[in-house]
Nanobody
Framework: VQLQASGGGLVHTGGFLRLSCAAS????????MGWYRQTPGKQRELVAT???????NYADSVKGRFTISRDNARNTVYLQMNSLKPEDTAVYLC???????????????WGQGTQVTVSS
């Protein structure tokens, strides 16, 4: 299972970006998908997750500004980020909990990360 993230970039405060992450490979089913972010010297923190049924969970710091969604047919998760702030600057990593085709164990898979920089 491979995850490929895209959509990061440099924006000004108040701007917006949309991140995408597509899962590929021999996949039977994907349960949760989500986004985490990491900055140097800090622990990786949850941004948002979405279940296979569409239930969402957000970090308090992004509620009302970010929206997570997914396309199950395309094994893709999205993160719409509005009203961006300098403190949102980080490497954003996508995540999926998936069952490989023919396998019997769920695994946690991570993408390579995409840089989001918000200038003040």
């Amino acid at each position: 299972v491979q995850l490929q993230a895209s959509g990061g970039g440099l924006v000004h405060t108040g701007g917006f970006l949309r991140l995408s992450c597509a899962a590929s490979g021999s996949i039977s089913v994907i349960n949760a998908m989500g986004w985490y972010r990491q900055t140097p010297g800090k622990q990786r923190e949850l941004v948002a997750t979405i279940s296979i049924g569409g239930r969402t969970n957000y970090a308090d710091s992004v509620k009302g500004r970010f929206t997570i969604s997914r396309d199950n047919a395309r094994n893709t998760v999205y993160l719409q980020m509005n009203s961006l702030k300098p403190e949102d600057t980080a490497v954003y990593l996508c995540y999926a909990r998936a069952l490989p085709y023919g396998g019997d164990e769920w695994g946690d898979y991570w993408g390579q990360g995409t840089q989001v920089t918000v200038s003040s």
